[in-house]
């Protein structure tokens, strides 16, 4: 099925207004498939057809209306350096002559972690005309994608916590979300540990990760890794750090742990082939409450002391390290994918400028927090677009029209250069608009992060071979 119609350039467009059954997500990404039943109603919006919010730019003034939005002040993962940051940069760029000459109005929101606040932030971004969405944070993709989606209203730089967003026609991911980290982690484990046990949020967004994990360990010959399942928002990890550990000491092929018994109960494949050491790895993936279960972690390691840790940014950072011992930390040693070069890179010295500019000491802009890099990287992004439009409107339509038109977009090498469509290579497994799947590698080093390998490690190639069924 397909819609003709004219967009706002006078161009006239046809898009199927479905997503053929092949680049539909299978199980277990069932959070993917949430959002399948809007697609039909917003794929011709996506082109710039039908709803048109913010005709003049977003408001009547000529300004240009964006919004942020990320959790704070909850008992989960919380991200408030991203709508801090978008605010700076709002100042920062108005007071050096705004985006073509137009002001940028920034509108930031609370989801608070919470399904109904998130589709609340949705619907005042419609409401207030809103060009984009952008550098934002949910877990929450089937609540507030569908509201951004039937206003044609695009997503750029989410988080990439959601599988959603790597599926939806708005969506315009900078990079490769959790799926990348985890393969990247993984295929770099293979080789240096033994057993590996994944801790990990017992939520919709978590049960992806056990899959992308052993997508990266069984690429580098390992047996897939032990699912250990925590809630998000725990005060302490007593039990599933013991359990971690208990399961990561096996050195033997017998598949039992040192207690007797098998501790997830599934994806044990029943021997080591990493043809390596048996030292074992745990691996938590608990975004904020990462530092949380690192404490239960080092007490528990007392009697394992030959098990050791590896992580994800987004769930580790530099004030994490800190917070846990720096130099003396459980994660000396480890590694850290990431996506973007370490926050001592001087590419990132423009960030630092706005921030140092325009945040007025805000102490929440942290410029090593992946979290404000996004959003960094997705303002870069939107002020590229806006430049490709010329003095054309800016409205919804027209952002979309020129990132679906094929724009290149360069962020100053903190990331390949952008381009989004839905015939990239990762379609097959579900992610149609996952278009950058480069990690970097980084590891503590006396209690700093700092870069493992030089470049980016391109890991398209692992996600294709992902077991999604």
Known sequence: MAESCVDMTGRRRTRSTFLPRSLRPTRPFRSAALSAGVLVASASLAAGCGLVPGATGGSGDDSIVVMTWAPEGTAATNKPGMPAFARAYARWINANGGLNGRTLKVLTCNDHN?????????????????????????????????????????YIGGYGVTNDEFTSPLSYPVNGGQPALLAGLGKELAADCGRVALVRPDTIAGDALPTMLDAGLTAGGHARA?????????????????????AAA???ASGDN???????GENVSGENVSGENGKGCVIPALGDRTGTFMDSFRRGREDYPAVSTA???????????????????????????GWYPVASDPRWDPMKKVISESAFSDTRIDPADTGVQTTWIAYTVFKEVVESLGGGAVTAATVTGALDDGLKVSTGGLTPTLRWGFTDQLASIGFPRLVNANVTLQTVKQGRLAAAKEGFVDVTRTLENADVD
């Open 114 to 154: 919470d399904t109904v606040d998130a589709a609340k932030c949705a619907r005042q971004a419609v409401k207030a005309n809103a060009v984009a969405v952008l550098g934002s944070y949910s877990q929450h993709s089937e609540s507030f994608l569908p509201h951004l989606e039937g206003a044609g209203i695009p």
């Open 311 to 337: 992580t994800v940014l987004g769930s580790v950072d530099q004030t994490v390290i800190n917070s846990t011992g720096g130099a003396s930390s459980a994660f000396e040693g480890a590694y850290v994918t």
């Open 258 to 264: 040192a207690s007797g018994e098998n501790v997830s």
């Open 226 to 246: 032990v699912d250990q399942q925590a809630a998000e928002d725990a005060t302490e990890y007593s039990a599933q750090a013991d359990a971690a550990l208990k």
């Open 250 to 252: 096996v050195e033997d």
